[in-house]
Nanobody
Framework: VQLQASGGGLVQAGGSLRLSCAASERTFSSYAMGWFRQAPGKEREFVAA????????FYVDSVKGRFTISRDSAKNTVYLQINRLKPEDTAVYYCAAEKSHPLEVVTGKGDYDYWGQGTQVTVSS
């Protein structure tokens, strides 16, 4: 599975972005999906996850109420809607796919099987 992340950019604090992650295969619809981010000098951290059906979602505390993960299986795409952006949200955002636990929300980066190339989000204060 190849994943292509897009939608990043430079925005002012308080603004919004919608990140997209397009998968190359229809089998994507049976995978759990996640978004991670990596700020300069920091480790890649979990942001949000969604089960294969979209019925289960999970977020890191720092983004709850501002970020929304969703998926459109017909389009082989997972989204991350980011609202009320803060400078500390600045990072490269990566999407990832996990094939072994589709019913779950997967938070460990070591559990994911496929990764996209990342899209840069920069938030100015």
């Amino acid at each position: 599975v190849q994943l292509q992340a897009s939608g990043g950019g430079l925005v002012q604090a308080g603004g919004s972005l919608r990140l997209s992650c397009a998968a190359s295969e229809r089998t994507f619809s049976s995978y759990a999906m996640g978004w991670f981010r990596q700020a300069p000098g920091k480790e890649r951290e979990f942001v949000a996850a969604i089960s294969w059906s979209g019925g289960r979602t999970f977020y890191v505390d720092s983004v709850k109420g501002r970020f929304t993960i969703s998926r459109d299986s017909a389009k082989n795409t997972v989204y991350l809607q980011i609202n009320r952006l803060k400078p500390e949200d600045t990072a490269v955002y990566y999407c990832a796919a996990e094939k072994s636990h589709p019913l779950e929300v997967v938070t460990g980066k070591g559990d994911y099987d496929y990764w996209g190339q990342g899209t840069q989000v920069t938030v100015s204060s």
